[in-house]
């Protein structure tokens, strides 16, 4: 599976991206589609994940301000970020776990991993 996210950009505080991930191969060995970040000196972390039954799972810092949505025909998940915070910065990455895994949070379950794309929110 090949993932190719995108979308990325410099914005104000306050301001609103849509992110996209782009699946292609064979995308129905997959399930759980999700957004990791990471900023400069930290641990990549878990943004938000989506089943391909629309299940969804936010981490807090997001909550409210982001959703996670997926279009199982175009093969894409979207990622649409708004009140971007400056502490939103860094680059993002989309993931996929194996359908086996359903909606998992688990760091070692995404085996498949776009090249990421940058956001940046000044203040």
């Known amino acids: 599976v090949q993932l190719q996210a995108s979308g990325g950009g410099l914005v104000q505080a306050g301001g609103s991206l849509r992110l996209s991930c782009g699946a292609s191969g064979p995308v129905r060995s997959i399930n759980a589609v999700a957004w990791y970040r990471q900023a400069p000196g930290k641990q990549r972390e878990l943004v938000a994940t989506?089943?391909?039954?629309?299940?969804?799972h936010y981490t807090d810092s997001v909550k409210g301000r982001f959703t996670i949505s997926r279009d199982n025909m175009k093969n894409t998940v979207y990622l649409q970020m708004s009140g971007l915070k400056p502490d939103d910065t860094g680059v993002y990455y989309c993931?996929?776990?194996?359908?086996?895994?359903?909606?998992?949070?688990?760091?070692?379950?995404?085996?498949?991993w776009g090249q990421g794309t940058q956001v940046t929110v000044s203040s």
């Open positions: 993931a996929a776990a194996p359908r086996s895994r359903g909606l998992t949070i688990r760091f070692e379950d995404y085996a498949y």
């Open positions: 989506i089943t391909s039954g629309h299940s969804t």
